[in-house]
């Protein structure tokens, strides 16, 4: 039986060639869309979920409580981590983690590159227990030397990049900062993409802690806090996170009690929202949003349902060329059971042979897919979930597609389907097609207003006044372990002389950035914490003029190499009080609520120290040469490459072990909205996709409609009714649709908009004539693709239609 469903099926598709190519041309479309963002999606969920005690682990953060609101972050202070051990229970074991970057010298060129002098970054300082809570594959050695200082942990890729293959690494010593003797105690495999905590080296936690200087880590200091120095808790399989959380309050309550500027709390985090939750960074590797997610998610649902409404739309067109068969087969017998197999079948042989030609569309699509998402090249398409989802996309497509044209199909009468009798009535009108064509363009058009949305407030922000000049900004970082000494001056000098660059400055970072360091402070001689913090920014005399600051008030200060003089945004003095910026000027401020004071020199216009994102938050620049790390150059616009590789080779003139890497602000600032505009990409495409899949949908609709009024159009032209009359009444209720779905489309497009535009401090507006542009743009795509339906229909011969009456 089954087999001469399969022939009937495939000679019915063969015989409707058109119709059947346009049903696999658009669930194509839609499978395909569901396959790649059910990968992305995928890859974005399983962060972590490798690690065999993922519901176990847990990472301790910290809430600031301040007047004005909170803030966070996912680091603790460097005595925490001894003192949790003493203060906790019901805790299987805590393991600090301090992600740094180090300099690493090798004794000899053991490579064929000849170097010996590399910059490894995600350098993981903890301790042996660190396996008890994450799965590392140990290749060689044993991971439990990481409770010795000067032990090192090479991943298998880093160990092959300083020593040529991994199998050569073990044992060998090296030199960290170019000062601490340390060798490799073993090799582990690759950390997986899909994990927050990729490492390229694991060194000792009692390395860091005997080298204080060094890493400018203070264990003593309990109201230094780090994002990077971060501390993870494994409880047992019946542990009970909210009695834990109990105790860290009252870690909190007894050691940080009236101290600082805020209430501080700290709390359990769960491995599992930690790739999820946008108020703590991960150690390392990015995060994304939850609401991204269901997003895509969403996309790729609406897409499918799209497609599959087209196929209902589409096959009940044709269902009415069908009616004779179907009568003939129920007055040969047939069952209406045998008629709804027999659509279902037709229904799965044409969702089966789309997700065929998706999948290999899919396949070649995949390693595109990496350049507008954080999906690896390396991810594979064919996985044991990718067939559990293939399989649920056919069943579940050919279930959503062919159920209602199977029950039109057998609820045939065979009198009237001989007769060729069988009318609207007979098929369940047309109100569910119009229903699911209002469906496909409120889904178009919400992704449109999207897409319109998304790419006006990507484009504004890059051409948003951040409050400096990041326009031909070229910086480099300078050695953290090298002492500011005289090379350091000296080789501002031979920079400020090269005629391509314009000015030249040292700064522990250029005006935006990652950075967050912030501290409390006196003012105004006062000796008491002013009740909110401030973010730090140290910087020479020559800051202000080489990023093009702005002030409202007095000027920057002299040059100094200690805490001397400082300048202010207008956030502080706002915040602080005073009447006008100019009433700043000549007062004194000191961080950290000691000495020295320092007086205020001036006031600069509020620039965007984060992304824009964040509110721009209080800050101080300051003077202090030991706390320098970058150079910034402003270069003429006509500098060249030749410009970058002379700046390079005084770098290595002054710094000749050193590891150098240069980089624009404007690409660097870029970078902050890679996710967005990555968003703002697939919004785009998306968008285009719904469109021509909503305009199959409408070429179903219309199609329908004509083989229902063939023979009233027919009449019209006999009776002397124009082309143009008769494309207008085919036309217009589908104006109307569009219409309707404008008018459901444009608030749920709005909503969802606002609520994406509420994750940035910096919103662009949304002006009316955005949605009414939407909505002219629908009408076009409605009237360009129903105009060509009608117009074949007006244009065709009356005798035709009529010859059967």
Same mark, same amino acid.
């Given at each position: 039986?089954?087999?001469?469903?399969?022939?009937?099926?495939?000679?019915?598709?063969?015989?409707?060639?058109?119709?059947?190519?346009?049903?696999?041309?658009?669930?194509?479309?839609?499978?395909?869309?569901?396959?790649?963002?059910?990968?992305?999606?995928?890859?974005?969920?399983?962060?972590?979920?490798?690690?065999?005690?993922?519901?176990?682990?847990?990472?301790?953060?910290?809430?600031?409580?301040?007047?004005?609101?909170?803030?966070?972050?996912?680091?603790?202070?460097?005595?925490?981590?001894?003192?949790?051990?003493?203060?906790?229970?019901?805790?299987?074991?805590?393991?600090?983690?301090?992600?740094?970057?180090?300099?690493?010298?090798?004794?000899?060129?053991?490579?064929?590159?000849?170097?010996?002098?590399?910059?490894?970054?995600?350098?993981?300082?903890?301790?042996?227990?660190?396996?008890?809570?994450?799965?590392?594959?140990?290749?060689?050695?044993?991971?439990?030397?990481?409770?010795?200082?000067?032990?090192?942990?090479?991943?298998?890729?880093?160990?092959?990049?300083?020593?040529?293959?991994?199998?050569?690494?073990?044992?060998?010593?090296?030199?960290?900062?170019?000062?601490?003797?340390?060798?490799?105690?073993?090799?582990?495999?690759?950390?997986?993409?899909?994990?927050?905590?990729?490492?390229?080296?694991?060194?000792?936690?009692?390395?860091?802690?005997?080298?204080?200087?060094?890493?400018?880590?203070?264990?003593?200091?309990?109201?230094?806090?780090?994002?990077?120095?971060?501390?993870?808790?494994?409880?047992?399989?019946?542990?009970?996170?909210?009695?834990?959380?109990?105790?860290?309050?009252?870690?909190?309550?007894?050691?940080?009690?009236?101290?600082?500027?805020?209430?501080?709390?700290?709390?359990?985090?769960?491995?599992?929202?930690?790739?999820?939750?946008?108020?703590?960074?991960?150690?390392?590797?990015?995060?994304?949003?939850?609401?991204?997610?269901?997003?895509?998610?969403?996309?790729?649902?609406?897409?499918?349902?799209?497609?599959?409404?087209?196929?209902?739309?589409?096959?009940?067109?044709?269902?009415?060329?069908?009616?004779?068969?179907?009568?003939?087969?129920?007055?040969?017998?047939?069952?209406?059971?045998?008629?709804?197999?027999?659509?279902?079948?037709?229904?799965?042989?044409?969702?089966?042979?789309?997700?065929?030609?998706?999948?290999?569309?899919?396949?070649?699509?995949?390693?595109?897919?990496?350049?507008?998402?954080?999906?690896?090249?390396?991810?594979?398409?064919?996985?044991?979930?990718?067939?559990?989802?293939?399989?649920?996309?056919?069943?579940?497509?050919?279930?959503?597609?062919?159920?209602?044209?199977?029950?039109?199909?057998?609820?045939?009468?065979?009198?009237?389907?001989?007769?060729?009798?069988?009318?609207?009535?007979?098929?369940?009108?047309?109100?569910?097609?119009?229903?699911?064509?209002?469906?496909?363009?409120?889904?178009?058009?919400?992704?449109?207003?999207?897409?319109?949305?998304?790419?006006?407030?990507?484009?504004?922000?890059?051409?948003?006044?951040?409050?400096?000049?990041?326009?031909?900004?070229?910086?480099? =970082?300078?050695?953290?372990?090298?002492?500011?000494?005289?090379?350091?001056?000296?080789?501002?000098?031979?920079?400020?002389?090269?005629?391509?660059?314009?000015?030249?400055?040292?700064?522990?970072?250029?005006?935006?950035?990652?950075?967050?360091?912030?501290?409390?402070?006196?003012?105004?001689?006062?000796?008491?914490?002013?009740?909110?913090?401030?973010?730090?920014?140290?910087?020479?005399? =020559?800051?202000?003029?080489?990023?093009?600051?702005?002030?409202?008030?007095?000027?920057?200060?002299?040059?100094?190499?200690?805490?001397?003089?400082?300048?202010?945004?207008?956030?502080?003095?706002?915040?602080?009080?005073?009447?006008?910026?100019?009433?700043?000027?000549?007062?004194?401020?000191?961080?950290?609520?000691?000495?020295?004071?320092?007086?205020?020199?001036?006031?600069?216009?509020?620039?965007?120290?984060?992304?824009?994102?964040?509110?721009?938050?209080?800050?101080?620049?300051?003077?202090?040469?030991?706390?320098?790390?970058?150079?910034?150059?402003?270069?003429?616009?006509?500098?060249?490459?030749?410009?970058?590789?002379?700046?390079?080779?005084?770098?290595?003139?002054?710094?000749?072990?050193?590891?150098?890497?240069?980089?624009?602000?404007?690409?660097?600032?870029?970078?902050?909205?890679?996710?967005?505009?990555?968003?703002?990409?697939?919004?785009?495409?998306?968008?285009?996709?719904?469109?021509?899949?909503?305009?199959?949908?409408?070429?179903?609709?219309?199609?329908?409609?004509?083989?229902?009024?063939?023979?009233?159009?027919?009449?019209?032209?006999?009776?002397?009714?124009?082309?143009?009359?008769?494309?207008?009444?085919?036309?217009?209720?589908?104006?109307?649709?569009?219409?309707?779905?404008?008018?459901?489309?444009?608030?749920?497009?709005?909503?969802?908009?606002?609520?994406?535009?509420?994750?940035?401090?910096?919103?662009?507006?949304?002006?009316?004539?955005?949605?009414?542009?939407?909505?002219?743009?629908?009408?076009?795509?409605?009237?360009?693709?129903?105009?060509?339906?009608?117009?074949?229909?007006?244009?065709?011969?009356?005798? =035709?239609?009529?010859?059967?009456?």
């Amino acid at each position: 039986m089954w087999k001469i469903y399969s022939k009937i099926a495939w000679r019915n598709l063969k015989k409707g060639k058109r119709v059947t190519l346009i049903n696999v041309f658009g669930l194509t479309l839609g499978i395909t869309a569901a396959i790649l963002l059910f990968t992305v999606v995928g890859y974005e969920l399983s962060f972590d979920k490798f690690q065999s005690h993922s519901d176990q682990i847990y990472r301790v953060v910290t809430q600031d409580e301040y007047s004005d609101g909170m803030s966070y972050t996912p680091g603790v202070s460097p005595p925490m981590p001894e003192a949790l051990k003493a203060d906790l229970s019901g805790i299987d074991a805590i393991v600090p983690v301090v992600n740094s970057s180090v300099f690493v010298t090798l004794d000899d060129a053991v490579n064929s590159s000849g170097t010996t002098n590399f910059l490894v970054e995600d350098v993981f300082f903890t301790t042996g227990d660190y396996a008890s809570l994450f799965d590392v594959e140990v290749l060689a050695g044993n991971l439990n030397t990481l409770n010795n200082p000067g032990q090192v942990v090479l991943t298998e890729t880093e160990a092959k990049k300083l020593f040529g293959t991994w199998e050569n690494a073990l044992g060998k010593s090296v030199v960290l900062s170019k000062r601490i003797e340390a060798s490799v105690g073993a090799i582990v495999a690759d950390i997986p993409d899909n994990s927050n905590f990729k490492f390229n080296m694991l060194a000792s936690y009692k390395t860091m802690e005997s080298n204080e200087e060094v890493f400018d880590t203070y264990f003593d200091e309990w109201g230094s806090f780090g994002s990077n120095f971060q501390v993870y808790v494994k409880l047992p399989e019946s542990g009970n996170a909210d009695q834990v959380n109990k105790q860290l309050l009252a870690f909190a309550e007894k050691n940080y009690k009236n101290r600082g500027t805020s209430k501080k709390s700290f709390f359990l985090q769960a491995m599992e929202d930690i790739h999820f939750d946008t108020r703590f960074d991960p150690i390392s590797g990015e995060m994304i949003r939850k609401g991204t997610i269901y997003t895509l998610a969403l996309i790729g649902v609406f897409i499918l349902l799209m497609a599959s409404i087209n196929f209902v739309n589409l096959s009940t067109a044709q269902a009415i060329g069908k009616s004779k068969e179907v009568g003939i087969r129920k007055v040969m017998g047939g069952s209406r059971t045998q008629v709804i197999f027999q659509s279902f079948g037709e229904t799965f042989m044409v969702v089966f042979i789309s997700a065929i030609i998706s999948t290999l569309v899919a396949t070649i699509l995949l390693p595109y897919l990496s350049k507008f998402t954080e999906l690896p090249e390396s991810i594979r398409l064919i996985t044991p979930g990718f067939l559990l989802f293939s399989a649920g996309i056919v069943i579940g497509v050919t279930l959503l597609s062919g159920l209602y044209p199977a029950m039109v199909l057998s609820g045939f009468q065979p009198v009237q389907a001989l007769k060729n009798k069988i009318q609207v009535a007979q098929i369940g009108g047309v109100s569910l097609r119009r229903g699911l064509v209002v469906t496909q363009f409120v889904i178009a058009q919400v992704l449109m207003i999207a897409t319109v949305i998304a790419v006006r407030q990507m484009t504004e922000i890059q051409n948003a006044d951040l409050g400096f000049s990041k326009e031909a900004v070229y910086y480099f =970082d300078l050695p953290s372990d090298e002492r500011k000494d005289s090379r350091l001056a000296t080789l501002k000098q031979r920079l400020a002389a090269n005629s391509q660059i314009k000015t030249v400055s040292v700064s522990s970072d250029v005006p935006s950035s990652n950075n967050n360091w912030a501290s409390n402070f006196w003012f105004d001689g006062r000796r008491e914490n002013v009740p909110f913090m401030t973010s730090l920014k140290y910087g020479d005399a =020559d800051y202000f003029d080489n990023y093009g600051l702005k002030f409202v008030a007095g000027t920057g200060f002299s040059e100094s190499d200690t805490l001397k003089e400082a300048v202010i945004n207008e956030t502080m003095a706002k915040k602080l009080n005073l009447s006008s910026p100019d009433e700043a000027i000549g007062k004194t401020i000191t961080i950290g609520g000691g000495e020295p004071w320092m007086t205020i020199t001036g006031v600069v216009k509020d620039f965007a120290q984060n992304s824009l994102r964040e509110e721009v938050k209080p800050f101080i620049i300051a003077t202090e040469l030991s706390r320098y790390g970058v150079i910034g150059l402003k270069l003429e616009k006509n500098a060249s490459q030749e410009t970058l590789a002379s700046i390079e080779e005084e770098f290595k003139n002054s710094y000749p072990d050193a590891i150098y890497s240069g980089e624009f602000l404007d690409e660097t600032i870029a970078n902050f909205y890679r996710r967005e505009n990555q968003l703002s990409l697939v919004y785009k495409i998306f968008a285009m996709l719904s469109i021509v899949i909503s305009s199959i949908g409408l070429y179903g609709l219309i199609s329908f409609l004509v083989g229902q009024k063939l023979k009233e159009i027919g009449i019209r032209k006999v009776l002397g009714a124009s082309i143009a009359q008769i494309t207008f009444l085919l036309s217009k209720e589908f104006i109307y649709l569009v219409l309707v779905a404008c008018v459901i489309a444009v608030p749920l497009g709005y909503y969802l908009t606002d609520q994406w535009l509420q994750n940035f401090s910096y919103k662009t507006s949304v002006p009316i004539s955005l949605y009414v542009l939407v909505i002219l743009a629908s009408l076009a795509i409605t009237a360009a693709t129903v105009g060509v339906r009608s117009i074949r229909a007006a244009l065709s011969n009356p005798v =035709d239609s009529l010859a059967d009456e």
